[in-house]
């Protein structure tokens, strides 16, 4: 009732607004792509040829790229037998990678061309020494061994990462185009996936928002607009589109860059700053976490007090005034763990304990960090005890949900929403062991991860209520969120907003976006500053920090850094569709 039911008031009118397409950036952009796909192609083509390999006719497709990757030579039945005609088979050679690498569907039971399993192959390409299997725990474990790889083989494997490489990014620009873009120019209809289809005659695009009222995530479909990835390869240009030219010239044409606003507009982005971070330290209590969360760069503490327990609260404004800002939390917490002073923390080490700590947020194993940092397992599991060790409450926090797992408690979140827990105790006594503790520890890590991600999902959803939901303010159907916005602003901030001539266009992970009249955009980068701070602050006692950004483009705002190491973590979260072998 205070959630749910008005944030779907709320997303309606968010749907109705809808998001403005620059047409013309759009078929630039399904220009350029299919132009990649095509040089792709003839690159691998030639490759091919170069190795003596045989090409295979659609290099996104599954069952194609899995016969070609995983097997030396191989026939290929290019049309089945009739009655009166023989089949028609076409003899191919392939790049013969291992199999027993890549990970399998417990469906199929076949070895995937996904990104777990070329990830997996890219790994074994890089190795420099023999592996053996041994039988460890009743599974069979590849072991590292001292003896290094001849360098023939290395030499071959090398030019076998290069196919992998090339494979990959074809797989990338053809989503990018067939998903996101004009669709499959092969096909006649436009695919159902593709933006083209959802324009509507406003020339914009209205997605349709679903609830998943168990966890309180959000999705969107006719486009999916969570899903869009705000690309962040370059180095260079760190918070401008790459110029024509680039060496990473995917920064140039990233999708987003074609969501638009009208010219008199801005488009207007308030994004939680490491709001994942901030949950697990509230959630564990770690106390030396917490702490690292209220400094500013100037050595200045916002630490609350018993004096002044809203002091947090006065950060954004010391930020705001002196133009300092606050400490870097990931350069922090790499700080303690190697024992190392703030100031002589390498991007490595922030970009490992960076990986960890996204990684306690997603449930992510040992065997996921390895992945995400190129690791052996062995190595991430160390260094996963070495961070632990630094911030013991995290170990605690995180082993007391296994145990509550273990024994079937219902997992709540910071706002009492509960996660169900069904299985482990009924499965205990008849699925065997080992099946038991690979199933207990899915489910360990996905209510791990229900805890932080369903909090922020949480938040975000009160404040769109606040600063969304016109309808409930006019009705006066008020809700917990809508009586915090009035207090917290003095009046209905949704409503002041409407008539300033904001729109709320797009809500997404844990930032929402508008559509701002450049004339009014101090003021309203007041009002949705206030709400998404104080809101969050006066129900639960946490400080969480908003990011606002401003450009004409989708592509101008938010941080790029921060999102792609979300979705890492993400990406490298066990599920229990695939399995490694």
Same mark, same amino acid.
């Given at each position: 009732?205070?959630i ?7 997303? $309606?009118?968010?749907e109705?607004?809808?998001i403005?397409? %620059?047409?013309p950036r ?17 690159e ?11 090409p295979?006719?659609?290099?996104t ?8 990757l ?13 009655k ?5 088979i ?5 790049l013969?990678?291992? %199999? ?20 997996a ?12 299997m041994?039988i460890?725990d009743?599974r069979?474990?590849r072991v ?8 023939? *083989? ?42 083209l ?14 609830q998943?009222i ?12 969570q899903n869009?990835?705000n ?10 589109r $790459? ?16 969501? *638009? ?9 308030a ?9 697990? @330290?509230?959630l ?5 976490l917490?702490?690292a969360l ?7 503490d ?12 006065e950060?954004?404004g010391?930020?705001?005034t *002196? ?11 790499? @700080? ?39 690791w ?20 605690t ?20 929403r509960?996660?169900?827990?069904f ?27 229900y805890?932080t991600?369903?909090s922020?999902? %949480?938040?975000?959803?009160?404040c769109?209520i606040?600063?969304?939901?016109v ?5 006066g159907?008020?809700? %917990? ?6 207090k917290?602003c003095?009046f ?5 907003l ?9 809500t ?26 104080e809101?969050?602050?006066r129900?639960l006692?946490?400080y ?7 450009g004409?483009?989708w592509d101008?705002t ?7 190491e ?16």
């Amino acid at each position: 009732e205070n959630i749910s039911v008005p944030l779907a008031r709320a997303l $309606c009118q968010i749907e109705e607004n809808g998001i403005l397409i %620059d047409m013309p950036r759009l078929e630039e952009l399904s220009g350029w792509y299919r132009e990649k796909i095509q040089a792709l192609t003839k690159e691998l083509g030639e490759m091919c040829e170069v190795h003596k390999l045989t090409p295979i006719d659609s290099w996104t497709n599954d069952n194609q790229l899995r016969a070609w990757l995983f097997n030396d030579d191989y026939e290929w039945v290019l049309k089945k037998p009739t009655k009166t005609l023989p089949a028609h088979i076409r003899i191919m050679k392939g790049l013969d990678a291992p %199999d027993y690498m890549a990970w399998k569907s417990k469906k199929t039971k076949l070895p995937s061309t996904g990104k777990k399993s070329m990830t997996a192959l890219k790994n074994w390409c890089n190795e420099e020494v023999r592996f053996e299997m041994r039988i460890i725990d009743g599974r069979d474990v590849r072991v590292a061994t001292k003896t290094p790889l001849s360098p023939r *083989t290395i030499e071959k494997r090398a030019w076998k990462m290069k196919f992998l490489l090339k494979i990959e990014e074809l797989k990338k620009a053809t989503k990018a185009k067939n998903q996101f873009l004009d669709g499959d120019d092969s096909k006649e209809v436009v695919g159902a996936k593709a933006l083209l289809a959802h324009i509507k005659a406003d020339g914009r695009v209205h997605s349709s928002y679903n609830q998943l009222i168990e966890t309180a995530r959000l999705s969107s479909k006719d486009p999916n607009l969570q899903n869009i990835s705000n690309t962040a390869e370059c180095k260079l240009h760190e918070k401008t589109r $790459c110029p024509v030219g680039c060496v990473n010239e995917y920064r140039h044409y990233s999708i987003r860059s074609m969501y *638009t606003v009208p010219d008199d507009c801005v488009w207007l982005a308030a994004d939680y700053r490491s709001e994942e971070v901030r949950i697990i @330290a509230y959630l564990a209590q770690e106390d030396s976490l917490l702490a690292a969360l209220f400094l500013c760069e100037c050595g200045e503490d916002f630490s609350p007090t018993d004096s002044n327990p809203s002091r947090p609260l006065e950060q954004r404004g010391h930020e705001k005034t *002196t133009g300092h800002k606050a400490t870097d939390i990931h350069q922090m917490v790499a @700080a303690r763990v190697f024992n190392v002073a703030y100031e002589v923390v390498t991007k490595e080490q922030r970009r490992q304990c960076k990986s960890v700590t996204f990684g306690m947020a997603y449930g992510q194993t040992d065997q996921g960090l390895a992945e995400a940092l190129g690791w052996a397992v062995k190595r991430a599991k160390a260094f996963s005890d070495f961070y632990f060790k630094a911030f013991p409450k995290l170990a605690t926090f995180r082993n007391r949900r296994f145990i509550q797992v273990e024994k079937g408690h219902n997992i709540p979140n910071a706002f009492g929403r509960l996660r169900h827990t069904f299985g482990p105790l009924e499965m205990a006594g008849w699925v065997e062991r080992y099946e038991y503790r690979k199933i207990l520890s899915a489910l360990q890590r996905e209510r791990l991860n229900y805890d932080t991600q369903s909090s922020a999902a %949480d938040v975000i959803s009160l404040c769109t209520i606040a600063l969304a939901d016109v309808w409930g303010y006019e009705d006066g159907d008020l809700t %917990d969120a809508h009586k915090l916005g009035i207090k917290i602003c003095g009046f209905a901030p949704a409503v002041r907003l409407k008539e300033l001539g904001v729109k709320i266009i797009n809500t997404v992970h844990d930032a929402l976006e508008f559509e701002c009249p450049k004339a009014v955009e101090e003021e309203a980068r007041d009002i949705i500053e206030k709400v998404m701070v104080e809101l969050p602050w006066r129900l639960l006692g946490w400080y969480l920090p908003v990011d606002l950004s401003s450009g004409r483009y989708w592509d101008d705002t938010g941080d790029y850094d921060e999102y792609s190491e979300e979705r890492e973590a993400q990406e490298y979260v066990d599920t229990p569709e695939e399995e490694a072998v």
